[in-house]
């Protein structure tokens, strides 16, 4: 039977333990027990430490970036509306000189017409 904790059967995670116990003696291994477990505790809590801070820091930048982009969102859409603005204006001034062109277009055609009709030559 093969355990999976780095890779070593039964008999070596037997010899383990019994060289343990011969070395602390069975009144100190529940103390060592505590003691790593302790210490596991202690880097589990400080790994949760360095996660949380750097997610709160992800999710700062993030929500400075989902600022700027709205803003710039914001500023594009005035652009546009001033850009549609300017658009109109110049349409309605370009029918504008369109039909004053037209109308002097005509006069002078008029003009022109009633000159010959009035002075035959």
């Known amino acids: 039977m093969i355990f999976a904790f780095f890779n070593l059967g039964f008999g070596e995670l037997f010899a383990i333990f019994v060289v343990v116990l011969l070395l602390f003696g069975a009144d100190k291994i529940p103390e060592f027990a ?5 210490g596991i505790r202690y880097v589990k809590d400080a790994t949760d430490g360095v ?9 700062e930048v993030k929500m400075d ?32 000189i369109t039909e004053s062109v037209d109308e002097m277009s005509k006069s002078a055609m008029n003009a022109d017409s009633s000159s010959k009709t009035s002075n035959p030559l």
């Open 34 to 38: 505590r003691s790593l477990g302790k």
């Open 65 to 96: 970036i989902d600022d700027n982009v709205k803003s710039v969102k914001k500023q594009a859409d005035l652009v546009n509306s001033v850009k549609n603005q300017a658009n109109k204006k110049m349409k309605s001034v370009i029918d504008e």
């Open 51 to 59: 996660k949380r801070d750097i997610q709160s820091s992800v999710d």
